[in-house]
Protein backbone atom coordinates (compact mmCIF):
# COMPACT_ATOMS: atom_id res chain seq x y z
CA UNK A 1 0.00 0.00 0.00
CA UNK A 2 1.21 3.85 -0.44
CA UNK A 3 1.57 6.15 2.45
CA UNK A 4 2.15 9.03 0.65
CA UNK A 5 0.49 9.43 -2.87
CA UNK A 6 1.67 13.30 -4.74
CA UNK A 7 0.04 13.60 -8.04
CA UNK A 8 0.29 16.92 -10.26
CA UNK A 9 1.05 19.11 -7.56
CA UNK A 10 2.10 22.83 -7.97
CA UNK A 11 2.77 25.44 -5.54
CA UNK A 12 3.37 29.07 -6.20
CA UNK A 13 3.71 32.28 -3.75
CA UNK A 14 2.82 35.37 -4.01
CA UNK A 15 5.40 37.76 -3.08
CA UNK A 16 2.84 41.14 -4.14
CA UNK A 17 5.00 41.75 -7.83
CA UNK A 18 4.93 38.34 -8.90
CA UNK A 19 3.97 35.04 -9.18
CA UNK A 20 6.47 32.61 -7.67
CA UNK A 21 6.18 29.06 -8.44
CA UNK A 22 8.34 26.51 -6.58
CA UNK A 23 6.36 23.42 -7.22
CA UNK A 24 5.36 22.83 -10.99
CA UNK A 25 3.86 18.93 -11.16
CA UNK A 26 5.43 17.17 -8.57
CA UNK A 27 4.53 13.48 -8.70
CA UNK A 28 5.16 10.93 -5.77
CA UNK A 29 4.30 7.51 -4.59
CA UNK A 30 5.80 6.15 -1.92
CA UNK A 31 5.37 2.87 -0.56
CA UNK A 32 4.52 2.06 3.66
CA UNK A 33 7.73 1.20 4.97
CA UNK A 34 9.44 3.01 2.73
CA UNK A 35 12.73 5.75 3.58
CA UNK A 36 13.42 8.50 1.35
CA UNK A 37 15.67 11.03 1.08
CA UNK A 38 15.20 13.82 -0.60
CA UNK A 39 18.12 16.40 -1.34
CA UNK A 40 18.05 19.55 -4.02
CA UNK A 41 19.87 23.09 -3.73
CA UNK A 42 18.60 25.29 -0.87
CA UNK A 43 15.46 26.89 -2.29
CA UNK A 44 14.08 24.60 -4.61
CA UNK A 45 11.21 23.60 -2.63
CA UNK A 46 12.31 20.67 -0.46
CA UNK A 47 10.72 22.38 2.73
CA UNK A 48 8.10 23.49 0.74
CA UNK A 49 7.24 19.86 -0.23
CA UNK A 50 6.83 18.95 2.79
CA UNK A 51 5.08 21.35 4.16
CA UNK A 52 2.43 20.46 2.06
CA UNK A 53 2.55 17.12 2.51
CA UNK A 54 1.66 17.53 6.45
CA UNK A 55 -1.20 20.08 5.59
CA UNK A 56 0.38 23.05 7.15
CA UNK A 57 0.46 25.09 3.70
CA UNK A 58 -2.00 25.11 1.04
CA UNK A 59 -1.33 24.71 -2.89
CA UNK A 60 -2.38 25.79 -6.09
CA UNK A 61 -3.55 22.77 -7.57
CA UNK A 62 -3.34 18.77 -7.44
CA UNK A 63 -3.91 16.29 -5.21
CA UNK A 64 -2.21 14.71 -2.38
CA UNK A 65 -3.38 11.43 -0.56
CA UNK A 66 -2.03 10.00 3.22
CA UNK A 67 -2.85 6.49 3.75
CA UNK A 68 -5.03 6.76 1.01
CA UNK A 69 -7.38 9.70 2.04
CA UNK A 70 -7.04 12.91 0.00
CA UNK A 71 -5.87 15.63 2.33
CA UNK A 72 -7.16 18.30 -0.31
CA UNK A 73 -10.26 19.22 1.51
CA UNK A 74 -9.66 18.83 5.15
CA UNK A 75 -11.54 21.71 7.41
CA UNK A 76 -9.24 23.13 9.78
CA UNK A 77 -9.94 20.98 12.87
CA UNK A 78 -9.49 17.71 11.05
CA UNK A 79 -6.03 18.96 9.37
CA UNK A 80 -4.89 19.45 12.89
CA UNK A 81 -6.45 15.98 13.96
CA UNK A 82 -4.28 14.71 10.61
CA UNK A 83 -1.25 15.91 11.41
CA UNK A 84 -1.25 15.29 15.40
CA UNK A 85 -2.26 11.16 14.61
CA UNK A 86 -0.80 10.63 10.89
CA UNK A 87 2.15 12.72 10.61
CA UNK A 88 5.51 12.56 12.85
CA UNK A 89 7.55 15.58 12.18
CA UNK A 90 11.01 16.46 12.85
CA UNK A 91 13.05 19.63 12.53
CA UNK A 92 16.65 21.15 12.31
CA UNK A 93 15.64 22.97 15.55
CA UNK A 94 14.16 20.81 18.19
CA UNK A 95 11.57 22.95 19.29
CA UNK A 96 11.93 21.07 22.72
CA UNK A 97 9.48 23.75 25.23
CA UNK A 98 12.15 25.27 27.85
CA UNK A 99 9.53 25.17 30.84
CA UNK A 100 8.87 21.12 30.26
CA UNK A 101 11.09 17.78 31.27
CA UNK A 102 11.96 15.38 28.62
CA UNK A 103 9.60 13.12 29.58
CA UNK A 104 6.79 16.24 29.01
CA UNK A 105 8.04 17.13 26.12
CA UNK A 106 7.97 13.53 24.40
CA UNK A 107 4.07 13.35 26.02
CA UNK A 108 2.75 16.62 24.66
CA UNK A 109 2.09 15.76 21.13
CA UNK A 110 -0.46 12.96 23.00
CA UNK A 111 -2.32 15.66 24.91
CA UNK A 112 -3.36 17.26 21.57
CA UNK A 113 -5.42 13.79 20.33
CA UNK A 114 -6.47 13.40 24.20
CA UNK A 115 -4.44 9.97 24.69
CA UNK A 116 -4.90 8.95 28.19
CA UNK A 117 -1.90 10.58 30.59
CA UNK A 118 -1.10 7.56 32.02
CA UNK A 119 -0.59 5.63 28.50
CA UNK A 120 0.96 8.66 27.54
CA UNK A 121 3.61 8.42 30.53
CA UNK A 122 4.35 4.97 29.48
CA UNK A 123 4.80 5.23 25.74
CA UNK A 124 7.16 8.08 26.61
CA UNK A 125 9.06 6.50 28.94
CA UNK A 126 9.69 3.30 26.85
CA UNK A 127 10.59 5.41 23.53
CA UNK A 128 13.19 7.67 25.64
CA UNK A 129 14.58 4.31 27.35
CA UNK A 130 15.18 3.15 23.58
CA UNK A 131 17.18 5.34 22.97
CA UNK A 132 19.33 5.27 26.15
CA UNK A 133 18.00 8.26 27.72
CA UNK A 134 16.31 6.78 30.83
CA UNK A 135 18.54 8.74 33.25
CA UNK A 136 17.56 12.17 31.97
CA UNK A 137 13.38 12.01 32.51
CA UNK A 138 13.49 14.82 34.67
CA UNK A 139 15.95 16.90 32.69
CA UNK A 140 14.82 20.37 31.68
CA UNK A 141 16.02 21.05 27.67
CA UNK A 142 18.75 23.55 28.88
CA UNK A 143 20.32 20.03 31.10
CA UNK A 144 20.68 18.22 27.92
CA UNK A 145 23.48 18.38 25.32
CA UNK A 146 22.60 19.73 21.47
CA UNK A 147 22.22 15.76 20.61
CA UNK A 148 20.26 14.60 23.27
CA UNK A 149 17.18 17.52 22.66
CA UNK A 150 17.90 16.38 19.08
CA UNK A 151 17.10 12.61 20.31
CA UNK A 152 14.41 13.83 22.14
CA UNK A 153 12.94 15.65 19.19
CA UNK A 154 13.06 12.41 17.43
CA UNK A 155 11.60 10.33 19.88
CA UNK A 156 8.80 12.73 20.15
CA UNK A 157 7.74 12.51 16.62
CA UNK A 158 6.38 8.88 17.11
CA UNK A 159 4.37 9.51 20.64
CA UNK A 160 1.24 9.42 18.36
CA UNK A 161 2.16 6.22 16.62
CA UNK A 162 1.78 8.09 13.20
CA UNK A 163 2.63 5.76 9.73
CA UNK A 164 4.61 8.88 8.55
CA UNK A 165 7.61 10.44 9.85
CA UNK A 166 8.27 14.15 7.88
CA UNK A 167 12.05 15.21 8.55
CA UNK A 168 13.44 18.93 7.63
CA UNK A 169 17.18 18.67 7.59
CA UNK A 170 16.93 16.88 11.35
CA UNK A 171 20.48 17.03 11.60
CA UNK A 172 21.24 20.07 9.98
CA UNK A 173 22.26 21.93 13.48
CA UNK A 174 24.59 18.95 15.11
CA UNK A 175 28.34 18.08 14.33
CA UNK A 176 29.35 15.08 12.71
CA UNK A 177 29.44 12.92 15.37
CA UNK A 178 25.84 13.45 17.05
CA UNK A 179 24.94 13.71 12.87
CA UNK A 180 25.48 10.34 12.77
CA UNK A 181 24.18 9.52 16.20
CA UNK A 182 21.07 10.91 15.29
CA UNK A 183 20.56 9.35 11.88
CA UNK A 184 21.50 5.90 13.03
CA UNK A 185 19.14 6.22 16.12
CA UNK A 186 16.65 7.89 13.67
CA UNK A 187 16.75 4.86 10.77
CA UNK A 188 16.75 2.29 13.95
CA UNK A 189 13.45 3.21 14.98
CA UNK A 190 11.69 4.10 11.51
CA UNK A 191 12.82 0.19 11.06
CA UNK A 192 11.35 -1.38 14.29
CA UNK A 193 8.52 1.05 14.67
CA UNK A 194 7.48 -0.01 10.75
CA UNK A 195 7.27 3.63 9.46
CA UNK A 196 7.70 5.47 6.16
CA UNK A 197 10.20 8.42 6.03
CA UNK A 198 10.84 11.36 4.16
CA UNK A 199 13.62 13.20 5.19
CA UNK A 200 15.28 16.25 4.06
CA UNK A 201 18.88 17.00 4.10
CA UNK A 202 21.97 18.32 2.25
CA UNK A 203 24.63 15.91 3.48
CA UNK A 204 25.59 13.14 1.06
CA UNK A 205 26.29 10.51 3.18
CA UNK A 206 23.11 10.44 4.75
CA UNK A 207 21.58 11.11 1.05
CA UNK A 208 23.01 8.10 0.21
CA UNK A 209 21.33 5.63 3.65
CA UNK A 210 17.56 6.11 2.10
CA UNK A 211 15.99 2.90 0.32
CA UNK A 212 15.78 5.90 -2.44
CA UNK A 213 16.52 9.35 -3.36
CA UNK A 214 14.94 12.04 -5.25
CA UNK A 215 15.96 15.41 -5.89
CA UNK A 216 14.17 18.56 -6.76
CA UNK A 217 15.11 20.02 -9.53
CA UNK A 218 13.48 22.89 -11.27
CA UNK A 219 9.81 22.10 -9.61
CA UNK A 220 9.96 18.62 -10.30
CA UNK A 221 11.03 15.63 -8.97
CA UNK A 222 13.79 13.79 -10.02
CA UNK A 223 14.72 9.82 -8.70
CA UNK A 224 18.73 9.33 -8.47
N1 LIG B 1 5.85 32.47 2.41
C1 LIG B 1 6.61 32.60 1.33
N2 LIG B 1 6.41 33.61 0.46
C2 LIG B 1 7.17 33.75 -0.64
N3 LIG B 1 8.15 32.88 -1.00
C3 LIG B 1 8.38 31.85 -0.17
C4 LIG B 1 7.64 31.64 1.03
N4 LIG B 1 8.09 30.54 1.64
C5 LIG B 1 9.08 30.06 0.87
N5 LIG B 1 9.26 30.85 -0.22
C6 LIG B 1 10.24 30.63 -1.29
O1 LIG B 1 10.04 29.35 -1.81
C7 LIG B 1 11.28 28.75 -2.18
C8 LIG B 1 11.38 27.36 -1.60
O2 LIG B 1 11.52 27.46 -0.18
P1 LIG B 1 11.84 26.18 0.71
O3 LIG B 1 11.86 26.64 2.10
O4 LIG B 1 10.89 25.11 0.36
O5 LIG B 1 13.30 25.80 0.18
P2 LIG B 1 14.22 24.56 0.63
O6 LIG B 1 14.43 23.71 -0.57
O7 LIG B 1 13.68 23.93 1.85
O8 LIG B 1 15.60 25.33 0.92
P3 LIG B 1 16.70 25.08 2.08
O9 LIG B 1 17.55 23.94 1.60
O10 LIG B 1 17.47 26.36 2.09
O11 LIG B 1 15.97 24.81 3.37
C9 LIG B 1 12.37 29.71 -1.73
O12 LIG B 1 12.87 30.39 -2.84
C10 LIG B 1 11.66 30.64 -0.79
O13 LIG B 1 12.21 31.93 -0.86
MG1 LIG C 1 14.27 23.90 3.83
Sequence with gaps: MNDIVVKDLYKSYNTGTEELTILSGVNLEIEQN???????????GKSTLL???????????GEIFVDGHIINNLTESELSSYRAKSIGLIFQF????????ALENVMLPAF?????????TEKAKDLLVE??????????????????????????????????????????????????????????LVKNHGKTLLLVTHD????????????????KLQEI
Design 204 to 219: SALARRGDRHIEIHEG
Design 112 to 120: MTGKDRNIA
Design 94 to 101: HYLLKDFT
Design 131 to 188: IGLEDRLDHMPSQLSGGERQRIAVVRSLINDPGIILADEPTGNLDENNSRKVEDLLFE
Design 34 to 44: TRVILTGNSGC
Design 51 to 61: NLISGMDSFSK
